[in-house]
């Protein structure tokens, strides 16, 4: 069986047979630059119920959100600091105008779907900068969601309140 597996090898050679791919774990996933006709970046971000769809494109770091300004928009400074943390960390903070419609949820989870698309429009216009944002954690979509209310049940798990009488 040993002497018909190497003669096949050997008949394999000889026939000019095209290399063996190399290992899966040696190469590594080849990020490009994905832009519009327009020279933007797009991309979707989630968050909960909200979806927000955002591009990017160069510029002097005026962020709009549903044809607002973001601070207007989001009025609480935990949500502005949340929206520029993917750009604060990339240190790109007035490189780029942001250009954001979400629709869905309440505020907090539009702020984290906006932060989302901002990160992945960032990938998509620098890929270098996918390092970066990846160990921060602003890639990563964050999919909890609320449960929903059972029957039998006052909420998802709250039950009605026993009365022994």
Do not use: C
Not at 100 to 121: D, E, F, M, N, P
Not at 135 to 153: H, I
Request: aromatic share 8%; net charge positive; proline share 5%.
């Amino acid at each position: 069986m040993a002497e018909e597996n190497k003669s096949l090898q050997e008949l394999g050679s000889l026939t000019g047979a095209p290399p063996a791919p190399p290992a899966l774990a040696d190469a590594k996933p080849v990020h490009v630059q994905k832009l519009d006709k327009y020279g933007r970046a797009y991309a979707t971000g989630k968050r909960k119920n909200a979806v927000a769809r955002v591009w990017i494109k160069p510029g002097h770091g005026k962020i709009i959100v549903n044809d607002k300004d973001f601070s207007a928009y989001f009025a609480r400074p935990v949500l502005q600091m949340l929206l520029k943390q993917p750009l604060s960390s990339a240190s790109r903070l007035d490189q780029y105008d942001i250009n954001a419609t979400v629709a869905g949820g309440g505020l907090s989870g539009q702020a984290g779907a906006v932060r989302h698309g901002i990160s992945k429009a960032l990938t998509y216009f620098e890929p270098d900068l996918r390092g970066v944002l990846k160990k921060g954690g602003f890639l990563t979509r964050d999919s909890r969601v609320v449960e929903r209310k059972k029957y039998g049940r006052m909420k998802a798990r709250r039950s009605f309140q026993f009365s022994k009488r």
